[in-house]
């Protein structure tokens, strides 16, 4: 999320916001980010991004230097359009992404700046709309959160749309932008404390997760191998082809291999769940539950512990 500077305005009308909206669409193309919701509100805009090539700093410097340069030049202004530096909250994708999306696309409802469900259907200055199947911003993903509804598209947006319009009653969702704490008992339903961070969204093994990988970069420890080799290791120890794995087979030996490579990749060495279901053929929720069997598996199989074996610390290291 990013304000303007003493919560002002940062659109003061259409061509303000068509030149930030065009902007951002360019760099999300240009940087092969993937945009899952957006809203522009009259001081500030909210953003559900997730990089696969550039940095997040680097994308968000770009797009708000740019339109702040610009938006000084139309309006005749000098100085800082912006309110310090923009908030990001890292988000544990397969608990939270779909509270997300509602959240941020109700903003412009709950802004006032649409009347009804009906309006902010077509309203152009939000991911919603692209949703409902109305014009896109180009580098917006909607195919991946329509199927977490159904395999069919028209059906699919009506869930969708009802998801969304449940949200209407739940007003404002401050365990979703608040602070850790408050975030994690919110979504545990418990008052046991465990790990949190308020830049983070997710549950306490996510946060801790995260610690993890931070530490490991910054201690310099060696990075993860690459996820063909992940699977081709694991391949190895089952005598499957690796070109098999993504043909959707669902013989047992196909389907046991998946689910340890998806828990390898992804509870031990941190690798992207919407990557791996693009990689393996699987769904996004489909990756979730193979970790899960992987796991077992991992647990009972010498072989792949000697292969990845994991050190005193729970962390992973490729030998």
Not at 71 to 76: D, P, S, Y
Not at 247 to 255: I, N, T, V, Y
Request: glycine residues 8%; contains cysteine.
């Amino acid at each position: 999320m990013v304000r303007g500077i003493e919560r002002r305005d940062i659109f003061l009308d259409d061509c303000d916001r068509s030149a930030f909206k065009d902007r951002l669409s360019l760099l999300l193309l240009k940087t092969q980010t993937d945009c899952l919701a957006w809203s522009l509100l009259s001081n500030h805009v909210h953003l559900l991004l997730r990089p696969t090539k550039g940095k997040l700093s680097e994308i968000m410097l770009r797009l708000l230097t740019g339109y702040a340069v610009v938006f000084n030049l139309r309006h005749h202004r000098c100085g800082h359009l912006f309110q310090n530096r923009y908030k990001s909250i890292a988000c544990e994708e397969d608990a939270y992404l779909l509270e997300l999306v509602r959240y941020i696309h109700l903003n412009p409802l709950r802004a006032g700046l649409v009347p009804s469900m009906r309006k902010l259907d077509a309203y152009k200055w939000c991911g919603h709309a692209g949703m409902m199947g109305n014009p896109l911003l180009p580098g917006q993903v909607t195919d991946e959160v329509l199927l977490m509804f159904d395999d069919n598209p028209k059906i699919a947006r009506e869930k969708y749309r009802d998801f969304v319009a449940e949200g209407v009653a739940l007003g404002r969702r401050d365990e979703l932008v608040g602070g850790g704490l408050k975030r994690y008992l919110k979504f545990s339903g418990t008052l046991e404390f465990g790990a949190y961070d308020e830049r983070i969204l997710g549950s306490g093994e996510f946060v801790e997760q995260l610690w993890h990988e931070t530490e490991t970069i910054q201690t310099g420890a060696a990075a993860p191998p690459p996820l063909d080799e992940i699977i081709g290791r694991v391949a190895a120890v089952f005598g499957t082809e690796v070109s098999a794995l993504r043909q959707g087979c669902k013989q047992r030996q196909l389907s046991a291999t998946r689910a340890v490579i998806c828990f390898i990749a992804t509870k031990r060495f941190g690798y992207n769940g919407v990557l791996l279901s693009k990689t393996l053929g699987l769904s996004r929720s489909g990756v979730v539950q193979a970790a899960t069997r992987g796991e077992l598996l991992y647990d009972h199989m010498p072989s792949l512990r000697e292969i990845f074996p994991i050190n005193s610390n729970n962390s992973p290291y490729s030998p």
